[in-house]
Nanobody
Framework: QERLVESGGGLGQAGGSLKLSCLASGINIRTVDWYRQAPGQQRELVAAFSPYGGGTRYADSVKGRFIISRDVTKNTAYLQMNNLKPGDTAVYYC?????????WGQGTQVTVSS
């Protein structure tokens, strides 16, 4: 059964770091990307692997601070978040695709205090 489980969220301080994990079951980890949704905002793509060639892409707001990675042996994706800002406060989701069907995790809350 397809499932994504995020972990690693919590309270961080401005300038600090947090690392999120996304464990995938029944979903190819190579399709997993990271999104976030702040209160009153639409869900936005934060970090993703490019579908061709293995590069990565990031939202402008997190470029140079966040790093997406994955361990295919553990079927786990990661989001390393550095130099956190209060504007990074949001629920973070990972999503993956199986046969054109998109699956989402339950989300993990990240709150950054100034």
């Amino acid at each position: 059964q397809e499932r994504l489980v995020e972990s690693g969220g919590g309270l961080g301080q401005a300038g600090g770091s947090l690392k999120l994990s996304c464990l995938a079951s029944g979903i190819n980890i190579r399709t997993v990307d990271w999104y976030r949704q702040a209160p009153g905002q639409q869900r936005e793509l934060v970090a993703a692997f490019s579908p061709y060639g293995g590069g990565t892409r990031y939202a402008d707001s997190v470029k140079g601070r966040f790093i997406i990675s994955r361990d295919v042996t553990k079927n786990t994706a990661y989001l390393q978040m550095n130099n956190l800002k209060p504007g990074d406060t949001a629920v973070y989701y990972c999503d993956g695709v199986v046969l054109a069907t998109e699956y989402w995790g339950q989300g993990t809350q990240v709150t950054v205090s100034s």
